[in-house]
């Protein structure tokens, strides 16, 4: 194979990861802060459980304050009965003890439910605590990994942009020039085997002489159609 041609197809590799690096100074910070986010998510999804439970626990408590002393008021009432003289005075007790009774068993009703609430925030406590830990632990990893990538994005891409460096002063200044210009106006890969005897980027047919002038491959063969850089890779694959 051509000289040129073997060093632009190290070049192109390296040029793709140089492409890879710039990209990877977009991706890896987004990637990061999503990960953070879901750190977060998971640490006040437990923080909302937390408050919920405190509220129902002050409320437990208040109502069941409330029954205690309704209970008070109930007996009293119960005594005041003995003492009861006219039939005014009877009814009016009646219905105070009703009141009293009816309020009991609304209080004594929301308990309940208070307490289903509270067992069912326990559970979810539990659930949430878990996996904010494991949220946590993944993660803090992944994080830590993603950190070292981009602390290295710059002393990669020193040694990338060294390697090419080397590579390109070996290269003949006019093919350097013709990979240069498909690469700027093109992007994307510049070096492309042939494909079922058309260019592997454009897919444009070759004349058999083109295609026996690139098997030889004792000079830079461009595609009429693309300009791209082709070359002959083995039998199978045309
Ligand atoms: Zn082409």
Redesign the pocket.
């Known amino acids: 194979m051509n000289s040129d041609l073997e060093l632009l197809l190290k070049l192109q590799v390296i040029d793709y990861d140089i492409g890879e690096l710039e990209r990877s100074k977009e991706y890896l910070p987004d990637m990061m802060g999503n990960l953070r986010k879901e750190i977060e998510e998971a640490s006040t999804n437990l923080d909302s459980t937390a408050t919920e439970y405190e509220q129902s626990r002050l409320r437990q408590k208040s109502l069941e304050i409330e029954v205690q002393s309704l209970e008070a008021n109930l007996q009293k009432f119960q005594q005041q009965m003995m003492a009861i003289k006219t039939n005014k005075e009877y009814d009016a007790l009646v219905s105070e003890i009703d009141n009293v009774k009816s309020t009991i068993s609304n209080n004594e009703t929301e308990l309940l439910e208070i307490i289903d609430r509270i067992d069912e925030l326990e559970k979810d406590s539990e659930d949430r605590k878990e996996k904010l830990l494991n949220v946590e632990e993944n993660n803090k990893k992944q994080l830590a990994m993603l950190q070292e990538k981009v602390d290295s994005i710059g002393s990669t891409m020193e040694t990338k942009m060294g390697n090419r460096k080397e590579i390109s002063s070996s290269i003949t200044r006019q093919t350097l020039t013709i990979y240069e210009r498909v690469k700027k106006g093109k992007g994307g890969t510049v070096v492309v085997v042939v494909k079922k005897r058309a ?1 592997g ?2 897919y ?1 047919a070759l004349t058999p002489r083109k295609v026996q002038e690139i098997k030889r491959a004792d000079k830079i063969n461009t ?1 009429d ?2 300009g ?1 850089l082709l070359f002959w890779e083995n039998e199978e694959s045309n």
């Open positions: 260019c980027a454009c444009k595609c159609n693309c791209r």
